[in-house]
Structures are given as structure tokens and as C-alpha cells.
């Protein structure tokens, strides 16, 4: 049984399975394998199946009083169902809930430094990646500017000429900002 929908904790279902195990066997023998009955609880010969209503052992009122409060004694219908309140958590299932709460805390604030961490790696990979980029660049660059044309074609020589002026406007776009590099646009240069 779920022990969800039907509001029995395993204590319960412990008493149950003892229960239906002395009946079957005729009280021969004791109830010894309690671990077992966690492994076999769920299959379909041990399933606890009720024919009538739920058997509540040792429900007795604790107070001596006078007026009764049992359901025979009230003016509602007897077919109604009585809600049972449900027991309160236990110290030691308390203490367990507790255990996964902070362990499941632990886990969280790893998987945060572990995430925490790869971003750092990730964001200086991608520092390194523009530093060498902006290295191999340079070098392109100062080929370029290095360039002997005179032994070229006046196309050739021409090409580097408009590829020379692409680095000094990059340059000077990337030194002192865009602000600068109006007269580049000049066509009179």
C-alpha cells in the first residue's frame, strides 16, 4: 500500500504484515524477517487487501469524562466517514527531513560554486581566445604595413595600398575612437 493514500505509516503496515503472516501460518512460527518485508511489501502475494472497514488498534479516549464524544452519541448520519487527524512527524523522521534538507543545501551551494567556477574558466577562455586573436591580428597587421610593393604591379600595389589603409583605420579606430577617423573617409587622400 501507498503509505501517502492510505495514511498508514510503516509501523502500521509492519503490525499488518504480521498479522497476516500469523494468520496464514497459524501462529507456527514468529515474524523474524523485518528487513524483507521493505523488499517484498509491494508484490502481489503480499499485498494486504482489506474486505471490511480498517481495524484502529488501541484508540481509547485518554479522558474521563461525562459527556461522550464517540459518533454514536451525534445526530450526524452513521455512514458519514470520521476524518482521523494525522499523527504528527516523528523525532527521528524529523531529524531525517532535517538531514535531506541540509544535505540537499550542500548540494545546491556546490553545484553553485561548480557553476560559479566554470563561468570564471569559460570567461577567461574567452579572454585568452580575444587576446590571441588581437595578437595574430597585430602580426597580420604589422606585415601588412611591412610590405615592400616596389618590385609590384601598380594592381598589387594598389591592393596593399587600400589593405594598408584598412589597418591605420583600424588602429586608429581601436587607439582613440571613432571620432578620429573621419578624414580617412576622404577620398582626397
Known amino acids: 500500500m501507498d ?17 497476516w503472516f500469523s494468520a ?14 521493505e523488499v517484498v511489501k509491494y508484490c502481489k502475494r503480499f499485498i494486504i487487501i ?6 484502529v488498534l488501541n484508540e481509547t479516549s ?9 459518533p454514536l452519541d451525534s445526530p450526524m448520519s452513521q455512514d458519514s466517514p470520521i476524518e482521523k487527524e494525522s499523527r504528527p512527524i516523528s523525532r527521528k523522521a524529523a531529524k531525517f527531513l532535517e538531514e535531506i534538507a541540509r544535505q540537499n543545501a550542500i548540494r545546491i551551494e556546490m553545484e553553485q ?7 570564471a574558466i569559460q570567461a577567461e577562455y574567452a579572454r585568452e581566445m580575444e587576446y590571441l586573436r588581437k595578437k595574430d ?5 604589422r606585415e601588412t604595413m611591412a610590405m615592400d610593393t616596389s618590385h609590384m604591379s601598380p594592381e598589387t600595389k594598389q ?4 589593405e594598408r589603409r584598412d589597418v591605420m583605420r583600424r588602429r586608429l579606430f ?10 580617412l573617409n576622404d577620398e582626397n587622400h
Open 3 to 19: 503509505n501517502y493514500r492510505s495514511r498508514e505509516n510503516r509501523t502500521n503496515e509492519t503490525i499488518q504484515a504480521q498479522m
Open 24 to 37: 496464514t501460518r497459524g501462529g507456527k512460527k514468529s515474524f523474524n524477517h523485518h528487513e524483507c518485508w
Open 50 to 55: 482489506q474486505m471490511g472497514p480498517a481495524v
Open 62 to 70: 485518554l479522558r474521563d469524562s461525562t459527556t461522550s464524544d464517540s
Open 113 to 119: 560554486k561548480r557553476q560559479d567556477n566554470e563561468m
Open 137 to 141: 591580428m597585430d602580426k597580420t597587421d
Open 159 to 162: 591592393f596593399w595600398k587600400l
Open 174 to 183: 581601436r587607439d582613440d575612437g571613432p571620432s578620429n577617423t573621419d578624414w
